[in-house]
């Protein structure tokens, strides 16, 4: 079974700072990794979606790589601000598009 | 553009009485549907997925059922509330049933405390 994972679970930074998100899953045999946004109480907001046979995606100022050999993705953010705070979810998709989940890494920016 | 819409959006029950979440998907036909929970800092569970009317899969053992009695129209039930069904309750769809993976959308989301 698919097991995510994601580190760290909390990170607070300052504002204008790059970060970066990690995710890793144990069974490589992924259709794709979709990365989510989730504000508090809400659902979730789909960032970028990057399919098995790609590298990485690009959106704005969001970056997601892929490594499906060694189960690894990383969602980066140039230049954080404020309004990035929130928990920061990846998914491993898998056949019938049935995603599993990590735990998330909740961002606090301060300002 | 294709909407999906949950409701209620918080729902207080107590244990023992029967439950109905409601998920609806607009601007789209025959999309792949799911049910998912999100236990209090935690990830999301699935909990089932349906490809069509009628054909339903779960995923993990549990004291809740799902039906699709329509195509876009997907319904999480129980007969009798457990303390532990407390959560957050999501509803997605993605498109081409059965076919190549594609990107997944929820919905808002239902938010049940059992008493």
């Known amino acids: 079974k698919q097991e995510v994972t994601q580190i760290p679970a909390a990170l607070s930074v300052p504002e204008g700072e790059n970060l970066v998100l990690n995710c890793s899953f144990t069974?490589?045999?992924?259709?794709?990794l979709q990365w989510f946004r989730q504000d508090p109480g809400k659902g979730l907001t789909s960032l970028l979606l990057?399919?098995?046979?790609?590298r990485e995606q690009t959106s704005g100022r969001l970056n997601a790589s892929l490594d499906k050999s060694s189960g690894r993705s990383t969602l980066y953010i140039a230049a954080s601000q404020p309004g990035d705070s929130a928990t920061y979810l990846c998914?491993?998709?898998?056949?019938?598009?049935?995603?599993?989940f990590g735990s998330g890494t909740k961002l606090n920016v301060k300002p | 553009s294709q909407t999906i819409h949950q409701w209620p959006a918080t729902l207080v029950q107590p244990v023992g009485s029967p439950l109905s979440l409601e998920c609806t998907v607009e601007?789209?036909?025959?999309?792949?549907l799911y049910w998912y929970r999100q236990a209090a800092g935690r990830g999301l569970q699935l909990l089932f997925y349906?490809?069509?009317?009628?054909?339903i899969s779960s995923e993990v053992p549990q004291n809740l059922s799902a039906s699709r009695p329509q195509d876009r129209q997907f319904i999480l039930s129980s007969k009798k509330l457990l303390l532990s069904d407390s959560g957050f309750y999501l509803c997605a769809w993605s498109g081409l049933a059965g076919g190549p993976s594609r990107e997944q959308f929820f919905g808002p989301g239902t938010r049940l405390t059992v008493l």
């Open positions: 349906s490809v069509g009317i009628g054909q």
């Open positions: 601007g789209t036909s025959n999309p792949n």
């Open positions: 069974d490589s045999a992924i259709y794709n």
């Open positions: 990057i399919q098995s046979s790609q």
């Open positions: 998914a491993a998709g898998h056949n019938f598009n049935k995603f599993y």
